[in-house]
T-cell receptor, first 111, second 117 residues
Framework: GENVEQHPSTLSVQEGDSAVIKCTYSDSASNYFPWYKQELGKGPQLIIDIRSNVGEKKDQRIAVTLNKTAKHFSLHITETQPEDSAVYFCAAKAAGNKLTFGGGTRVLVKP | GAVVSQHPSWVICKSGTSVKIECRSLDFQATTMFWYRQFPKQSLMLMAT?????????EQGVEKDKFLINHASLTLSTLTVTSAHPEDSSFYIC?????????????FGPGTRLLVL
């Protein structure tokens, strides 16, 4: 089955700096890659996603890149703000509709 | 749009009792809903896939007789933890896949925290 690795597990950045989280996946058939933000005690919220026919997608301060050949994708957050502090999960979807999640990255934005 | 609710948000029960958790898609229909379990500081682990009108598909290692799933309508799926034990204490989260549009995006509920004493 699919296996998703996510790095780093924790990330501390100064407010205004950029944050980058990287994920690799194992199943070359995976074709959909969402990113979720989870705040303490809450369910995950979709922040951005990308499909395998696209190399990059941007939404204001958030961008995601995908390298299908290398089987890795990354989340970029620019101009970080304290409210960006949360746990971020990457995921990959192969056959069917099941998502496989990475281990999560705890991001702390220091004011 | 695409709001998913869960009820209750938290529950405390005695060992040996059963607990039912509801997952509702409030503004869309969902033929497929998913149930996840999350332990503290860990990732989401898929427990089962629930399809409206049919039996749920359980992931390897998940006891179907312990975690009963019913998806009776296009907007409601329930997870019943039967004969709960302290090791079942966890954060249970559902997600729903909208029927319309053929999309792939799963929308998650706010989660239900279960504590079994």
């Amino acid at each position: 089955g699919e296996n998703v690795e996510q790095h780093p597990s924790t990330l501390s950045v100064q407010e205004g700096d950029s944050a980058v989280i990287k994920c690799t996946y194992s199943d070359s058939a995976s074709n959909y890659f969402p990113w979720y933000k989870q705040e303490l005690g809450k369910g995950p919220q979709l922040i951005i996603d990308i499909r395998s026919n696209v190399g990059e997608k941007k939404d204001q301060r958030i961008a995601v890149t995908l390298n299908k050949t290398a089987k890795h994708f990354s989340l970029h957050i620019t101009e970080t703000q304290p409210e960006d502090s949360a746990v971020y999960f990457c995921a990959a979807k192969a056959a069917g509709n099941k998502l496989t999640f990475g281990g999560g990255t705890r991001v702390l934005v220091k004011p | 749009g695409a709001v998913v609710s869960q009820h209750p948000s938290w529950v405390i029960c005695k060992s040996g009792t059963s607990v039912k958790i509801e997952c509702r898609s409030l503004d869309f229909q969902a033929t497929t809903m998913f149930w996840y379990r999350q332990f503290p500081k860990q990732s989401l682990m898929l427990m089962a896939t629930s399809n409206e009108g049919s039996k749920a598909t359980y992931e390897q290692g998940v006891e179907k007789d312990k975690f009963l799933i019913n998806h009776a309508s296009l907007t409601l799926s329930t997870l019943t933890v039967t004969s709960a034990h302290p090791e079942d204490s966890s954060f249970y989260i559902c997600s729903a896949l909208p029927l319309a549009g053929g999309g792939e995006t799963q929308y998650f509920g706010p989660g239900t925290r279960l504590l079994v004493l």
